[in-house]
């Protein structure tokens, strides 16, 4: 199985910073797509950012030239450096590890994975 544990959420006034990093474990032999995804009280899951294994991003229009993802293969953990956060960035974000494949017991499998999410808060 894979595991997938984001952090670094919290309290920010607007204008500020915050970094998410998030690390899938586990027998993992490699994760296709890893990205942030959001979901602000009332409204739907939405993606935020995404890396491909060949580090090919692609951002929601709303964070484009505030938000950079980055990724580490070799550690399977990626980020979300966060600047110039909006009070409209107030959300859980997840993470997710899309195409992860893993070995177990002489078997390989592969799914997709999501964290438990971390609270970003945005105060105006």
């Known amino acids: 199985q894979v595991q997938v544990v984001e952090s670094g959420g919290g309290l920010v006034q607007a204008g500020g910073s915050l970094r998410l990093s998030c690390a899938a474990s586990?027998?993992?032999?490699?994760?296709?797509?890893m990205g942030w995804h959001r979901q602000a009280p009332g409204k739907q899951r939405e993606l935020v950012a995404a890396?491909?294994?060949?580090?090919?991003?692609n951002y929601a229009d709303s964070v484009k030239g505030r938000f950079t993802i980055s990724r580490d293969n070799a550690k399977n953990t990626v980020y979300l450096q966060m600047n110039s956060l909006k009070p409209e960035d107030t959300a859980v974000y997840y993470c997710?590890?899309?195409?992860?494949?893993?070995?177990?017991?002489?078997?390989?499998?592969?799914?997709?994975?999501w964290g438990q999410g971390t609270q970003v808060t945005v105060s105006s």
């Open positions: 586990g027998s993992i032999l490699s994760i296709k797509d």
């Open positions: 890396i491909t294994s060949g580090g090919s991003t």
């Open positions: 997710n590890a899309a195409g992860a494949t893993y070995y177990s017991r002489g078997y390989t499998y592969t799914g997709d994975y």
